[in-house]
């Protein structure tokens, strides 16, 4: 039973954290908003960030054509579709609305 647990912990390391790794980290404009760069196929886990008190809600991205929302296992996540850059917000239960400026190359 405990290698069945250590097994499932390993994997939603792997799987939730590594790609969080892998993106750039977030920067912040002196206007509020956060910038995120992606790669095609990339993902971003909104709430690894640390930037929303997860679980998140009303997540809304102005151009589909360059990310879209996906469900990750620690929650929101937002996946590089195509080359551009695109607004992205979500907010939470708890704290303020973000906004994303997602950059996908």
């Known amino acids: 039973m405990k290698r069945y647990v250590i097994a499932w ?3 939603f390391l792997i799987v939730g ?3 969080a790794l ?3 980290p977030v920067t912040t404009d002196s206007d509020g908003i956060h910038n995120v760069k992606l790669k095609v196929g990339e993902d ?3 709430c690894l960030s640390g930037e ?3 679980p998140a809600s ?3 991205c102005d151009d589909l054509k360059v990310v879209n929302l996906v469900d990750l296992p620690t929650g929101l996540g937002f ?6 850059t695109t607004l992205c917000s979500t907010g939470s239960a708890v704290g ?3 906004i994303f400026r997602i950059t996908v190359r």
């Open 58 to 60: 009303m997540s809304i």
């Open 79 to 84: 996946r590089g579709v195509g080359p551009g």
């Open 52 to 54: 929303v008190v997860c």
């Open 9 to 11: 912990i390993i994997f």
């Open 44 to 46: 971003f886990d909104v």
């Open 22 to 24: 892998a993106a750039e």
């Open 96 to 98: 303020p609305r973000r």
């Open 17 to 19: 954290v590594l790609p």
